[in-house]
């Protein structure tokens, strides 16, 4: 899922400065799951912004919240369709997608981002998200016996551990595991290590963000006449 | 408008309510601006809670659970710690003293103890004065009858 | 037209000993700063490391090697693929030699997050092992940077770093044989220590006869004064300085005593190094230069 948290309200106060009608949105999607952006959440920041609001002699700034089921989605935006006319600024609890897709689908309504978009990543114990995917376009997982040296490795060291992994930990912090490490104990349970043994070949970063923002697109699931908009 | 600060104890209905009741029937003096909400624990108590005491208007807030360890529902109250803490990080973002919210334990024996928290909070509320966030008296009496409600609409789910 | 080998190379085929330091370039753009460290080294080394960016932004590595060449003192450049893509790294590779620096240390640096600047964006696109095959490679096949060849000249002399403290053991050594398939002519250690570790290290190293393909150069770093001791001590990645090493120099109360005490450990831990078989030599880093020179010199009157 995509993991986010929440930005600090005097951030977020600063930010919606000038409107007098924000509507908060929150989403049922990924920062439902990872706690930053769901119902719950949209009820916190709405409340936290109405106070934060009075205390800066901004009472009359009206701020009500709603969530939808899924921001980064057109047809799911379209509940808030009628609604968003009433407001002059929406705050988006959504992923950078979320508030993005927003702002595309109301072109005169400001939108602002109420979190902080971390990674593409899973849910490590109740409460700590970790980052597992960097979306290189690329998989190379199989060769790494599904640990990712491009997201996980603090140095994306694609041949080997660097000279600073110590008992596990990666050079970076304490609670960083090394990946290598990982990689390591993997290949041995699966009998593997030898396949470590070989020279890496360089990662082709062309299919990556790096390439300029990307799209996939499924001839097959396009509608006739109506291909991808650009 | 009322000068008087308003507290408000988010109470756990196998200890801090109990204790409450035994500080009544002991007859214990303590200040009388406190309301007494019953939640079956205290970690039923949602960070959302706790924000909207503050939104409409009270001046500081006790959340009263058992003592750690006693918990009815095994870790409720440890639950209920870390939401405290949270909320007051999110009241120091908002400009509001965290110091207005603590959270107590203690056992449903302890009905002096309950008056002794009642007047520490106050102690602690009355340099601070009255909540910048208070619109009117009426505005707070309705809020405070609305959060209690909805305390005993959660004390009948959790007995069901 | 190829160029006559460079000294570091000749020296590492003539199987005798090498005695190599590293500075780091000024925290500026003088010149004569670096001219200056230079005619300090000149006649002592067999070549000078010049540290990338190691614990700061400094002048640029390359233009310091330049600097020094020019005082006639041999530079091995260090590269690290932190700050810099596959295409700066062949580019600069490129503008070194045309400046007469010709020996490269290849590695993957200190992460940013350490360093005061941290704020920076991290490159890492490739790792050292892939540069040091890049580099070497280049007249034969450019690919990796979207070119047939470059250049047909292969007079230069590639390093790499290796770890003997790191984990995990069974594919660090993996990783150090692929450095020296791919072209690693030298192979200068993280600054050593821990004796013990660095025998165990060093068992797997002839294990897999690795120190006949390439020049294993020991690092030796002089801890010359308490304040940088302390701090380097507690620097992420652990450096393993063992517990009565710190002991020996934290007994002593004043400054001279812990730079002489200092010295002393990096002159023990030489001697005891010197009696590794198949370990072709030392590099040794201080930031105090004159503590490092004292060293050399012990160093050069030991071996005569």
């Known amino acids: 899922m995509i993991v986010a948290d929440r930005k600090k309200i005097p951030e977020i106060r600063d930010m919606v400065q000038g409107h007098n009608r924000i509507l ?93 978009t971390q990674f593409m990543g899973i849910l490590e114990s109740q409460g700590v998200w970790a980052e597992k995917c960097a979306g290189c376009g690329n998989c190379r997982l199989g060769q790494y016996f599904g640990i990712c040296p491009i997201t996980r490795c603090s140095k994306r060291q694609l041949s080997g551990p660097c000279g600073s992994s110590r008992n596990g930990k990666c050079e970076v912090s304490e609670q960083t595991d090394c990946a290598w490490q990982l990689i390591y104990d993997r290949a041995k349970s699966l009998g593997k290590v030898a396949m470590l043994e070989s020279v890496a070949v360089p990662q082709d970063w062309s299919t990556s963000n790096d390439g300029g923002a990307r799209k996939v697109v499924r001839e097959d699931q396009c509608i006739a006449g109506m291909g991808p908009k650009a | 408008m009322t000068q008087q600060p308003v507290i408000l104890a988010f109470c756990c209905h196998y200890c801090a309510y109990a204790a409450a009741d035994m500080a009544g029937s002991m007859r214990l003096q303590y200040p009388s601006n406190v309301r007494v909400l019953r939640f079956p624990c205290t970690g039923k108590i949602e960070e959302n809670h706790l924000l909207a005491a503050f939104e409409k208007g009270v001046d500081g807030v006790l959340v009263a659970g058992c003592l750690e360890g006693g918990c009815h529902f095994l870790e409720g109250n440890l639950r209920a710690k870390k939401r405290v803490q949270r909320v007051k990080q999110i009241l120091g973002e908002i400009g509001i003293e965290p110091e207005r919210l603590e959270m107590f334990n203690l056992s449903s024996a302890e009905g002096p103890r309950f008056a002794e928290i009642v007047k520490e909070m106050n102690a602690r509320i009355a340099p601070l004065g009255v909540s910048p966030l208070r619109k009117s008296e009426t505005h707070l009496e309705n809020g405070i009858a609305e959060m209690a409600l909805q305390a005993e609409k959660a004390i009948q789910g959790g007995n069901r | 037209m190829p160029q006559e080998k460079t000294n570091l190379l000749k020296r590492i085929e003539s199987g005798k000993q090498i005695v190599t330091a590293e500075i780091s370039p000024p925290k500026s753009a003088d010149a004569a700063s670096v001219r200056a460290v230079a005619k300090l080294y000149a006649g002592k080394v067999h070549a000078l490391g010049v540290s990338d960016n190691r ?250």
């Open chain 1, 24 to 116: 908060v949105v929150g989403c049922g999607t990924c920062v439902t799951v990872c706690l930053a952006g769901g119902e719950r959440e949209t009820g916190i920041i709405g409340s936290a912004l109405r106070m934060s609001l009075k205390l800066a002699g901004r009472e009359n700034v009206a701020v009500h919240e709603c969530t939808i089921e899924r921001q980064c989605e057109d047809a799911f935006i379209d509940v808030l369709g009628q609604r968003v006319g009433e407001y002059d600024a929406i705050l988006s609890l959504g992923c950078g997608a979320g508030v993005q897709a927003l702002a595309e689908r109301f072109p005169k309504t400001a939108v602002y981002p109420g979190l902080n």
């Open chain 3, 55 to 304: 614990d700061g932004v400094r002048m640029s590595a390359v233009s310091a090697a330049a600097v020094i060449a020019s005082e006639k003192v041999e530079p091995i450049l260090h590269m690290t693929t932190r700050d810099r893509n596959r295409t700066a790294l062949i580019s600069d590779f490129l503008g070194a030699r045309a400046l007469g620096v010709r020996n490269v240390l290849c590695t993957s640096g200190t992460h940013q997050t350490l360093l005061p600047f941290h704020a920076a964006k991290n490159v890492f696109d490739i790792d050292a092992t892939i540069l040091l095959q890049s580099l070497h490679g280049l007249e034969k096949n450019a690919t990796i940077v979207g070119e047939q060849n470059i250049d047909g000249d292969v007079s230069y002399c590639l390093g790499a770093v290796a770890s003997p403290f790191a984990d995990p053991v069974e594919l660090q050594l993996p990783r150090l044989a692929q450095k020296i398939f791919v072209g690693a002519q030298f192979i200068v250690t993280q600054p050593v220590f821990d004796l013990e570790r660095f025998g165990l290290w060093w068992k797997q190293v002839v294990g897999r006869d690795l120190h006949t393909k390439a020049a294993f150069i020991a690092g030796i770093r002089v801890l010359s004064d308490a304040d940088t001791t302390r701090s380097f001590v507690e620097k992420r990645p652990d450096p393993m300085v063992p517990a009565d090493m710190l002991k020996r120099l934290s007994s002593k109360s004043d400054k001279n005593s812990v730079r002489s005490e200092g010295i002393k450990i990096a002159l023990e831990t030489i001697e005891k190094l010197s009696a590794v078989q198949g370990l072709r030599g030392f590099e040794i880093v201080c930031d105090d230069d004159d503590a490092a020179l004292e060293v050399l010199d012990a160093l050069k009157s030991r071996l005569g």
